[in-house]
Nanobody
Framework: QLQASGGGSVQPGSSLTLSCVAS????????LGWFRQAPGKERKGVSC????????NYADSVKGRFTISRDNAKNTVYLEMHSLKPEDTAVYYC?????????????????WGQGTLVTVSS
């Protein structure tokens, strides 16, 4: 129901934009977010966005570099990533839920997409 794409292998300092399109559900009424899981580590919240674009939250590690946005007309949520670092290497997952997200790592969505791999390496 949630299909993420846009991952790839890039060099440090590069940019990538991840997309997550929903099918069978309408995202208008969901809080949306992105998580990531680095190799050998637990999954962590990266960013989340409320029902409108002006309500966004980010993990400290990505503030100022990542931007989350949503396009309800396209039933899609995006994660724009700049100044990528090797420590951003992870599988990125999109998610949707009906609860408020104050902190990405303290949010428990009900729907998950499959992951898309981002590798940052020189």
């Amino acid at each position: 129901q949630l299909q993420a794409s846009g991952g790839g292998s890039v060099q440090p300092g590069s940019s990538l934009t991840l997309s997550c399109v929903a099918s069978e559900i309408t995202l208008d009424y969901y809080t949306l977010g992105w998580f990531r899981q680095a190799p050998g580590k637990e999954r962590k919240g990266v960013s989340c966005i409320g029902l409108t674009d002006d309500i966004t939250n980010y993990a400290d590690s990505v503030k100022g570099r990542f931007t989350i946005s949503r396009d309800n007309a396209k039933n899609t949520v995006y994660l724009e990533m700049h100044s990528l670092k090797p420590e951003d290497t992870a599988v990125y997952y999109c998610a949707a839920g009906s609860t408020w997200c104050a902190q990405p790592d303290d949010w428990y969505p009900s729907r998950w997409g499959q992951g898309t791999l981002v590798t940052v390496s020189s």
